[in-house]
Every structure is written in structure tokens, then in C-alpha cells.
């Protein structure tokens, strides 16, 4: 089974479609009159179909147990085929494609179940997926032509006493978003800090470490008087992703804001706790350049 403990719960929605066609009028006079011998066939249809998307993982081998919060089933009759549409919804960390498809398989052989006592040409066909929509794929704002710079504040890593481990971290998952960066390494002194920060051409600014609660952990300080706009979700987000795998990270003091049209963000100095923080909040904080592009040409 895949691990999806680093993503984010988003709403997943997907629809699949399959189709039942018999093979005379007769058999769908009989199901538009309820007149089918073994009961009603969409209702009897739709309730399995119902069980089918809550037993997928079940009954297969690599898909995750899902907070199904919405499934619907339609009927469409179009001359002697009748097209089933199933849509199921979740919020949860991956999507609901297989459920959809393996619901409208069910409902279809539910109803082949029903139908072949009087109509022995029943066929399944064309069993798809027809929509989905959610997860990283539908957030992920455009990365092209921005630039990074990483900083590392570290008073031991700055004396080379030390290895960076979270600035390179934080610089790997930048380059698989297509964002070029540059990390830095620089002591934990709040001047420093100011300096890397006023003096960034990048359009992502970055600080790793003295987030903490530690004597030394001045990056906050140093990085807030110099926002013009604090992203106060952007901090929530990454506190309430790092509490739910580990419940030191309530200490966290990660700041996130805008300074000269610029995303400035300040990450934990471990290399887990960056991680996570990359993991909270990219792609999607990335749209913040297109609301900041938005205000700067009304």
C-alpha cells in the first residue's frame, strides 16, 4: 500500500460511468414497470452499488480504507442501453476513482444479476472513469520563472561544525516544483537574518532554523517586522500538519508573509520539521504570486 502520510486532505470527487444494454424492448418495459421478477432493479442496483464503493478497499489489495461521504447513482435509459453514472465524494488524502468505477461495476452486475431470468443477451460495456477532481494535481498553481533562496540559520552548521541537512532538503523539493534556488548558510544573529532578507532579489525567501524556543532562535523576530502582510493560514496550516506526526511541533514559531511582492517563509531548522513544512503547504501556497500579480495590475 502506498504511503500518503504527508499528504494533505483535500475534497476528492470522481464519477465513473458504465453501461447495461439488453437486448429488446421487452426487458426495459419490464424494468421502466417494475415488472422484473427479482424486484425492483435500480433500487436493487443502487443499494449494491452503495455496498460495492464501501467495500472496495476490501476487496482490493492496494487502496486505502476512505471516509466515503457522498455516493450517487443515476440511470439513463437510451434505447436498448442503459447508462449508469456513480459519484462518490470524500475529504480525505487520496482520490476516490477506484471506489466510483468499482460502484458502477457493481450496480451493472447487479442489474445483469436481475435482468438474465428474462433476458438471456444482457451485456456490460464500457465501464470508465468519466471525471475526477481534487488533490495536488487540481492545486497546483504555475512555478515557472521563479526563483529561491534558502537560508540556513545555524550558528554550529555557519562555523562548519556542522552539516546542512534541511536547507538541501527544502532545496530538492523546490526543483521537483521547477524552482531554482540558491542556499545559504548564515549564524543565528538577528542582523544576519534582516540582511539576507532585505538584501533577497529571489522572489521565495526561505529561513530554516531559530524557530524555536530556544535563546538563540531569533528568526522570527528578525523576519516579522519586515512583512508588509502576515499569512497567518499559511502558519496555521503548517503547525496543524506538524502536530498531527508530532506533537512538538505546538513549539514551532514558522512565520509566513509577504514582503515587496515576496513569499517569505521560516521553516523549523530540523530536517524532518522542513520537510513537513514543505509538504503542508507546496504547491498550493505558490497562488499566492498570482494574487499578488492580480494586485499589482489593479
Known amino acids: 500500500m502506498v504511503d500518503i502520510t504527508h499528504k494533505i486532505s483535500t475534497l476528492r470527487e470522481a464519477k465513473a460511468v458504465a453501461i447495461v444494454r439488453v437486448s429488446k424492448d421487452e426487458t426495459i418495459h419490464a424494468i421502466r414497470d417494475n415488472r422484473v421478477p427479482k424486484g425492483n432493479v435500480f433500487e436493487m442496483a443502487k443499494t449494491a452499488g452503495l455496498l460495492g464503493v464501501k467495500k472496495t478497499p476490501e476487496l482490493l489489495p492496494d487502496c486505502h480504507p476512505i471516509p466515503i461521504e457522498y455516493t450517487g447513482v443515476e440511470f439513463d435509459i437510451e434505447g436498448l442501453e442503459i ?26 452486475l447487479t442489474m445483469y444479476d436481475m435482468l438474465k431470468p428474462i433476458d438471456k443477451n444482457v451485456e456490460i460495456k464500457n465501464i470508465r472513469l468519466e471525471s475526477k477532481k481534487g488533490g495536488k494535481s487540481d492545486f497546483k498553481p504555475a512555478s515557472e520563472g521563479l526563483s529561491a533562496l534558502v537560508v540556513v540559520c545555524s550558528d554550529t552548521i555557519s562555523r562548519g561544525e556542522g552539516e546542512d541537512r534541511a536547507g538541501k532538503t527544502i532545496s530538492e523539493k523546490l526543483e521537483e516544483l521547477g524552482i531554482v534556488s540558491e542556499v545559504r548558510i548564515i549564524p543565528d544573529v538577528v542582523s544576519e537574518i534582516s540582511s539576507a532578507l532585505k538584501n533577497s532579489e529571489s522572489d521565495l525567501i526561505i529561513f530554516t532554523g531559530g524557530t524555536g524556543a530556544g535563546p538563540r532562535d531569533r528568526t522570527p ?14 502558519e496555521e496550516q503548517m503547525r496543524n500538519y506538524g502536530q498531527q506526526r508530532m506533537p512538538y511541533a505546538m513549539l514551532s514559531r514558522s512565520v509566513a508573509g509577504i514582503m515587496n511582492e515576496k513569499l517569505v517563509l521560516a521553516f523549523p531548522g530540523s530536517t524532518r520539521g522542513a520537510a513537513e513544512c514543505m509538504d503542508a503547504i507546496f504547491p498550493h501556497v505558490l497562488h499566492v504570486f498570482k494574487v499578488i500579480k492580480g494586485k499589482r495590475h489593479d
Open 83 to 108: 447508462k449508469i453514472t456513480l459519484s462518490v465524494k470524500t475529504i480525505y488524502k487520496t482520490g476516490v476513482e477506484v471506489e466510483a468505477m468499482h460502484g458502477a461495476s457493481i450496480v451493472a
Open 221 to 234: 523576530e528578525a523576519v516579522e517586522p519586515l512583512l508588509d502582510i502576515r499569512l497567518y493560514g499559511v
